[in-house]
């Protein structure tokens, strides 16, 4: 919104002042992103920027750590490690999110406030305990160290976004469209999947890119639940940032950034379709 011609200085005062903040603040939280990006073409094997990349000199920019990437056994196992780990979780963790959003949905669920904290309570609570805790409890059923073992655990990461996701839809819902179904003859089941869900749909999606990215993104809870076998791209980060300080890590956080980028954006477009459906213009 402009600024009116008759503010008063106060006013004039807050409201450029309050944009220069929030630039402040944006450029504080980005600046770690227009470090890491720039270097990882660097030329060089060492983590600066060298007189060659300062000039701007072709020379000094190179594709050799995502090349390094894309070629090294150690990076492409975690990477398959990743892309089997964090879909499966995140299938887990849309399945079981939208089921408890719809139920605690209802109006006649005792005690829903109790179990929303219950539900969301691994996005408040630290993710060490978490790792620790998951690390014991895993153990004594056997699934420490194995592949199934890590999707539960990233799955319980995830569902917290896909519950708060889902509910924030479920808001907007017009029950009746239920009941008609239901005195048509419909199950619940067909009434779930040909009516809720599609209405649902953007929320659902929006809970599963949350949850995808954080099982994609998570070292900590991988470390203390998983083995050498289910070593994630992550991980591999983690390890080559303690034992050899590889430029590739660079290389491999900047395609990070880049999906983070794309999945945000395809989470802004399902925010619109989302209020369009419900009729609320688009921000």
Not at 54 to 80: C, E, I, V
Not at 168 to 182: E, Q
Request: charged content about 10%.
């Amino acid at each position: 919104m402009a600024l009116p011609s008759y503010a008063s200085p106060l006013q004039r005062v807050w409201y450029y002042g309050f944009r220069v903040l929030c630039g402040l603040i944006f450029f504080f939280l980005m600046f770690p992103i227009m470090v890491i990006v720039p270097l990882a073409f660097n030329a060089q094997d060492f983590f600066t920027f060298t007189p060659q990349m300062l000039a701007l000199d072709p020379a000094g920019y190179s594709l050799k750590h995502f090349r390094d990437f894309f070629t090294n056994p150690d990076w492409q196992h975690a990477m398959r490690n990743s892309l089997a780990i964090a879909p499966m979780a995140t299938l887990v963790s849309v399945s079981l999110g939208t089921l408890a959003a719809i139920g605690l949905s209802q109006s006649h669920v005792p005690f829903k406030r109790v179990i929303m904290a219950v539900l969301i309570s691994p996005m408040i609570v630290p993710l060490i305990i978490s790792a620790a805790g998951m690390y014991f409890f895993f153990s004594s059923i056997g699934l420490q160290g194995t592949y199934w073992g890590v999707v539960l655990a990233h799955a319980i990461l995830g569902i917290p976004f896909v519950i708060i996701t889902v509910t924030a839809t479920m808001v907007g819902f017009d029950r009746s469209l239920t009941r008609a179904a239901a005195s048509l003859g419909a199950g619940p089941v067909r009434t779930f999947f040909k009516v809720q869900l599609p209405l649902i749909l953007p929320g659902v999606i929006s809970g599963g890119l949350f949850a995808f990215i954080t099982s994609f993104d998570e070292v900590v809870i991988v470390i203390f639940v998983g083995s050498a076998g289910q070593r994630t791209l992550p991980w591999q980060m983690f390890i080559g940032l303690r034992e050899q300080i590889s430029p590739t890590i660079l290389a491999v956080a900047t395609l990070m950034v880049g999906l983070s980028i794309l999945l945000l954006a395809t989470l802004e477009m399902l925010r619109r379709r989302n209020e369009r459906m419900r009729g609320v213009s688009p921000a």
